[in-house]
């Protein structure tokens, strides 16, 4: 029979705790023992289950052309950003490089530039030329007082997308849609209660009065914004006022408008009522294509695309709404490799050619845009060839300019937007009040620690 | 015999150390875990992060703002009328369930106790996702199944309707939790009590009132309390629900207010401040609350 070598009765309080004590040492060891894996290790941290299955498959070739260096590919889904805050709080657990979404990079901008947690990649982007070959505009909404913290992953470009059979039923020829008064005509017409109870049946646009994101978009591709390239506070601008003036007309005057079903545009509710055609046109960034095409796969055919209504005539036909961007943090320990794996996820054709396939995403990088791909026909879209409509409109994206104060700026601009659609202030109180809000906020803080 | 004698000084000593060292682990981890944190934070109120490497000392500054903070106040109404929802609405539901299930007449309990102590089991995440669904103002299962009323009513959309909605999903969710507690409470009473209590006459109204209710006080005590704490802090259905606390901040709670200074706003010093003040708010409330049940009395 087996025999332990020690007598465990002679151990202090028997053989219970020497149990205990034995499998302690052994888990310690195990714990501690580990040898890390030899070469070189870079740690890579997103957000996006998309992103997830792309990098997945091109992770092993970077690893098979670059012998000796294992990537940690690692999805952290929606936790991903707090993770991120508390590594760099702590200045200790960050990854080489990070994906960040682009309402979650303001917290991470606050306090000195110094010390932000991202390298700066203006540098690296400068000397090997690659500013020449990507969207210029692009880069504001990753990039705080002349420093780029980030590379775009994404331009998400915005179009129209609408039921070409249902607004051809009211009458509507939507293609020949040029500005944003041509819309509400069109709406207007297409409008309508079909069954003469009373009430209107299908609505010509949905867009969401809850949240900053349709009302912001708009105000991009009029050119305006929260705040400007120096990070003063413009929000109660008279372009910001008549944007939203225009915004709350579109529901309450022209009644052409239907707020959101659920609680976003992604919301299975909206989703129903696109089927039931009570939704009759959407802005749609390209990354929300994806999404429908997932979502939503009965619907192909029934979709088509135009550029954005323009505010005037010959006016710019898009805007911009979502975004995400690679930055390599200051905790890495080998920036050069790094950087080597960030070009490769984003700078590579056929790794961007790839992206459009799976997730509809136009990249950033223009040299990928003669890629075959983008001319095909669509199917989802009737055949309608959406890349190429994507890539017309994505020289002429409006910047987005970044700022700390984006996250609290834009949970006060949720509500404005809110009170000014359900007629609880006017567009003009509630953008005044909302900037007024934001300044002050603003103050106090340079109040207690002076100009940064 | 546990140990043999031995001339080591040491071995001598252990009976007096091993216990220490035995539940040096608990004591070791909480420090770590729990002293440091809630020391910290108290430090941490009393400053405001400035970026991520430096702060600057603010005093009772951070309370003092955070007394004038009208969206604080909003969160705190919103928390106490979820509070108030689920003391009055969902426990009273609890107790009842647990009578049917307590009762001779009722078949079928193993799985009506099962189906009522289900919901407890889905993650609030996917409950709220449901129940946006079920909420929905026009395509709704709530509205255009149950109510003809004759109104839409927007109870994600309309200011006033969003705790409504969040309370009665708290219901759906943890009624059947309070339940199991009420029942264990109920199968612990002694029969011999109502069967005294019907030979002197007493009706089934009074048997509850005279026996069930003064029985339960220890359960009910620790219900109440453990419910008022949860709805504290309540944070993940709310903020699924009314996607952050929209709109206007007419679905937000103190904790979902922490959560958005801390993480959101990078104001580690304010959302610390919060945690203190509903940590205070909890304390002095339970406090109240055992008083009020009589659980510090002596029997």
Redo the contacts between chains.
């Keep these: 029979m087996f025999r332990l070598p020690i007598d465990a ?2 151990f ?3 053989k219970g ?1 020497m149990v205990m004590l034995v499998l302690f040492l052994v888990s310690t060891l195990f714990i501690f023992g580990r040898t890390e894996q030899e070469g070189e290790s870079l740690e890579f941290w997103i957000f996006a289950n998309t992103h997830y299955e792309e990098y997945q498959a091109r992770v092993p070739i970077f690893e098979a052309q670059n012998p000796g260096v294992n990537v940690h590919l690692i999805n952290f889904g929606n936790t991903m ?2 993770k991120l ?1 508390a590594s ?2 702590s ?1 200790f657990g960050a990854p080489d490089l990070v994906e960040v979404e682009i309402t ?1 990079i303001g ?2 901008l ?3 530039i110094d ?3 991202f390298v700066d990649l203006r540098p690296r982007l400068e000397s090997e030329g690659w500013m020449e070959k990507l969207v210029v505009s692009r880069f504001t909404p990753w990039s705080y007082r002349g420093r780029i913290f980030g590379i775009p992953h994404d331009l998400h470009p915005v179009v129209l997308l609408y039921r070409d059979d249902l607004f051809k039923a009211a009458g509507v020829e939507m293609t020949e849609v040029e500005t944003w008064d041509d819309f509400i005509a069109a709406g207007k017409k297409a409008t309508r209660d079909l069954d003469d109870d009373g009430e209107i049946d299908q609505y010509a646009i949905v867009l969401d ?3 900053e994101s349709d009302y912001f978009s708009l105000l991009l591709q009029q050119g305006g914004g929260f705040f400007d390239e120096e990070g003063n506070v413009i929000i109660d601008s008279e372009l910001a006022i008549e944007t939203l003036e225009f915004f709350t007309a579109l529901f309450n005057e022209h009644e052409i408008a239907t ?1 959101v ?4 545009h992604g ?3 909206n989703f ?2 696109m089927q039931d055609g ?1 939704i009759l046109s959407i802005l749609a960034p390209d990354w929300y294509v994806g999404i429908l095409k997932s979502q939503v796969p009965q619907m192909a055919g029934k979709w088509k695309a135009i550029p954005m209504p323009a505010w005037h005539p010959g006016g710019r036909r898009t805007t911009t709404r979502g975004g995400t961007m690679i930055g390599m943090t200051k905790q890495s320990r080998n920036p050069d490799r790094a950087w080597e794996l960030l070009k490769f996820t984003y700078f590579d054709r056929s790794g961007l050619v790839n992206r459009y396939e799976t997730t509809r995403i136009i990249p950033p990088l223009k040299s990928a845009w003669d890629a075959p791909i983008f001319k095909e026909p669509d199917t989802y879209l009737g055949g309608q060839p959406l890349g190429d409509l994507f890539i017309q409109l994505a020289p002429d994206l409006p910047p987005r300019y970044q700022n ?1 104060y984006w ?2 700026g834009a ?1 006060l601009l ?2 404005a937007i ?2 000014a659609v359900t007629e609880k202030q006017t567009p003009r109180e509630a953008l005044t009040d909302l900037a007024e809000k934001v300044r002050a906020l603003i103050a106090k ?1 340079q109040g ?2 002076g100009e ?1 | 015999m546990r140990t043999k004698p031995t001339t080591y000084r040491f071995w001598n000593q252990q009976q007096k150390i091993a216990p220490y060292l035995f539940i040096a682990p608990f004591y070791i981890l909480f420090v770590v875990f729990m002293g440091f944190p809630l020391i910290s934070s108290l430090v941490m109120s009393l400053y405001e992060m400035r970026g991520f490497q430096s702060r600057i000392f603010v005093g009772i500054g951070n309370f003092t703002d955070l007394f004038g903070d009208p969206i604080f106040w909003k969160s705190l109404k919103n928390t106490a009328y979820f509070a108030v929802g689920t003391l009055t609405l969902q426990l009273p539901i609890a107790l009842l369930l647990a009578i049917l299930l307590n009762s001779k007449y009722v078949r079928g309990k193993n799985i009506l106790r099962l189906a009522f102590f289900a919901p407890v089991l889905v993650a609030g995440v996917f409950v709220a996702i449901i129940f946006n669904l079920v909420y929905d103002e026009r395509s709704g299962l709530v509205n255009n199944e149950f109510l003809v009323l004759g109104k839409q009513i927007g109870w994600l959309n309309e200011e006033n309707y969003v705790m409504p909605a969040v309370i009665l999903t708290g219901v759906w969710q943890w009624a059947g939790f309070n339940m199991i507690y009420f029942l264990a409470g109920l199968q612990g009473i002694r029969q011999e009590l109502y069967e005294a209590a019907a030979v002197d006459g007493a009706n089934w109204w009074q048997a509850f009132l005279h026996i069930t209710l003064p029985s339960l006080r220890p359960v009910i005590a620790f219900v109440f309390v453990v419910s008022m704490i949860g709805s504290l802090q309540l944070f993940d259905l709310p903020y699924i629900l009314t996607n952050g606390g929209e709109p206007a901040d007419a679905g937000s709670t103190i904790v979902m207010y922490l959560y958005k200074n801390g993480f959101q706003f990078m104001r580690l010093g304010y959302a610390a401040t919060i945690g203190w003040v509903l940590f205070f708010i909890i304390a002095i409330i339970s406090i109240v609350q055992l008083r009020l049940l009589g659980i510090f009395r002596d029997e």
């Design positions: 009765e002679a202090p309080l028997g705790p950003h707090d805050l760099m709080l200045n979650s917290r991470f606050k306090g000195a010390e932000v947690g009065r809850r949240t707020p079903y659920g609680t976003w919301d299975p509710s129903a009522a009570k700390p996250s609290e949970d949720n509500d809110f009170a803080d207690r620690w940064l």
